[in-house]
């Protein structure tokens, strides 16, 4: 074994331990899309040979894609084990050998899995953070809160409780049968919020490019933050068609798998804004290609789920812009993610900041 720089012998994978669980949603999330009452998880737990165990999850979206998901991860666990515990090392030499077969899709999970899980074993053995263990400095990053597919009334309640408790901005899903419902329910927030927070809205891909340049000239003038994923999401020569043609800034990013597709999507001129999905992207390894691809640019960057892993990783993003706060897996999570005054808080995190409440681990096993 060779020794590290603290003297410290460097460590190999020894096991990874798979688990499934089917998560209730305290208060079930609507969108354009559909209903999301059920988070079907994938846990992680990667264990090094001294001992070190790194923890990741993976949002499956769909029970039906939960068990396939978690068999793939541990299909693949002996690619890891026995290897030295070197999570970019591992992100190159996994993705050459399932070129053939492409990442995205299941396999990019299941690898963007592993790599989170890589990650997280590297900084708790640093004993630190994984801000620290990427050489940056914990700082807070504006949060903003979730509001659902829930009317003019519903989404202006949702909007003043996130106000209430300090939060600078507030994301609703809209795209409801006719824009005029959409503007009612950003004036709805609006009057509910005041000036001083931010709004954001998301139509989750459901318009063609057309009907998004028409009913975003009807709302670009509603002070909004930014119009996210108004079509669909690899469609990026129709996003670019509907930046050029409105004033307001397109939000996009979250469906994209790896940075080959942050990249098609740069290049196209889809968006001004992105925010990458740290598990899409590739785990932390991809969001670390995706931050430089971004700072490239000198394009904001925001983040999608998984709000413990990338709170740090936004440290590390040149180009840090919104945090994305969703707190569906809270209850799985012995120490969620502490935001304050609308802002993260990351004192005293180790590694990603994962540790499992292993009674409700239990409760929801599948
Ligand atoms: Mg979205």
Redesign the pocket.
């Known amino acids: 074994m060779n020794a590290d720089s603290t003297g410290r012998a460097a460590t190999t994978v020894q096991s990874v331990q798979v688990r499934a669980v089917c998560l209730p949603l305290a208060n079930p999330h609507r969108t354009a899309g559909g209903v999301v009452s059920e988070s079907p998880l994938v846990l992680i737990d990667l264990r090094t040979r001294d001992g070190v165990v790194g923890r990741s999850l993976i949002f499956t979206y769909t029970r039906a894609a939960l068990a396939s998901t978690a068999e793939l991860v541990r299909n693949l666990a002996h690619l890891v084990e026995g290897e030295a515990l070197a999570p970019v090392a591992l992100h190159h030499s996994l993705a050459r050998r399932f070129r053939l077969l492409g990442t995205q899709g299941l396999v990019g999970m299941a690898l963007a899995g592993l790599d989170m899980a890589l990650w997280d074993a590297l900084a708790r053995r640093q004993g630190g953070s994984l801000v620290e263990a990427l050489g940056g400095v914990a700082k807070p990053v504006p949060v903003y809160g979730a509001v659902g597919y829930d009317g003019v009334q519903g989404s202006a309640r949702v909007a003043e409780h996130w106000a209430n408790r300090g939060f600078t901005g507030v994301k609703a899903k809209i795209g409801y049968p006719s824009v005029k419902e959409d503007l009612a329910v950003i004036r709805a927030m609006r009057e509910a919020v005041g000036d001083g927070v931010a709004i954001m809205v998301?139509y989750?891909q459901s318009l063609s490019p057309t009907e998004a340049i028409e009913r975003l000239r009807l709302l670009e003038h509603e002070g909004l933050v930014w119009v996210?994923?108004p079509t669909l999401a690899h469609d990026y020569a129709g996003h670019a068609r509907i930046s050029r043609a409105v004033q307001v800034p397109i939000q996009t990013g979250?469906n994209w798998w790896g940075i080959q597709d942050m990249h098609h999507a740069l290049m196209a001129g889809a968006s001004s804004y992105v925010?990458p999905d740290a598990m899409k992207i590739g785990g932390v390894t991809g969001w670390l290609g995706a931050a430089a691809l971004a700072q490239s640019q000198a394009m904001p960057m925001s983040s999608?789920l998984y709000s413990e892993l990338s709170a740090q990783l936004l440290c590390v993003t040149p180009t840090a812009h919104w945090l994305e706060h969703v707190d569906w897996w809270d209850p799985l999570l012995a120490a969620p993610l502490q935001v304050e005054d609308g802002h993260t808080r990351l004192d005293g995190v180790v590694g990603s900041g994962l540790e499992w409440n292993e009674a409700v681990v239990a409760e929801y096993s599948v």
């Open positions: 998301d989750n996210e994923e979250e925010m999608h």
